[in-house]
Every structure is written in C-alpha cells, then in structure tokens.
C-alpha cells in the first residue's frame, strides 16, 4: 500500500499562486509515475500533470506555461507549483501515484490522496 498526503490548498485571488505538495509513504519503491488530477464541482476527475520516474511530464493544455510539477525522489514528495491562477481553476486536487507504466497508461491500480481544495476568487 502506498499512502499519500497533500498540502498546500487554499484560497487565492485571480492571477495567484500555490504550491501543492504530496508525501508518499508506505511502500513507495518502484512507483513509476506521481502526479495530479482535478475535479470541479459538477465536473468529472481530469489529469492535470504527472511526472514519471524518469522525470518525463505530462500536463493537461489547459494549465501548460501556468502549472509545473516536480519530484524530490529523496523525499518521496511531488509538487505542484500554480501560478497565475484563474477561477476555473478552482477544484479539489487529488494526488495520485501508479507502480506499473501499463497501469499509468491503462488508468489501473492508482493510490489517491484525500484530496486538498483550491479555491480561486475572481
């Protein structure tokens, strides 16, 4: 089991920043690829960026130049670094972490966190 805890939510104005962090712990070796997704009120969960072992990435078009994700394998920790936030942005955040590259492809066996909400004022 792997289990994840993410900080860094909040409230923010338009044009803002935030930082989100999730710690791994458990059995974390052999974790292929971190990340996040997303999902709004009404919405269904989307990706929002992921980083895989070997430090390849991947974002959704809509937060490319505005969101970077990053990994400190010594900690065991992803980021999310948000910049220039905008209100539909807003949404509950899930880390997520997946062991196996046919899982991350195939959307199987994914451990989640609890979730952190991040509130964008207009």
């Known amino acids: 089991q792997v289990q994840l805890v993410e900080s860094g939510g909040g409230l923010v104005q338009f044009g803002g920043s935030l930082r989100l962090s999730c710690a791994a712990s458990?059995?974390?070796?052999?974790?292929?690829?971190m990340g996040w997704y997303r999902q709004a009120p009404g919405k269904q969960r989307e990706l929002v960026a992921a980083?895989?072992?070997?430090?390849?990435?991947n974002y959704a078009d809509s937060v490319k130049g505005r969101f970077t994700i990053s990994r400190d394998n010594a900690k065991n920790t992803v980021y999310l670094q948000i910049n220039s936030l905008k209100p539909e942005d807003t949404a509950v955040y899930y880390c997520f972490a997946v062991r196996l590259y046919k899982d991350y492809v195939l959307g199987n066996n994914y451990y989640w966190g609890q979730g952190t909400q991040v509130t964008v004022s207009s």
């Open positions: 980083i895989t072992s070997g430090l390849n990435t």
């Open positions: 458990g059995s974390i070796f052999s974790i292929y690829a």
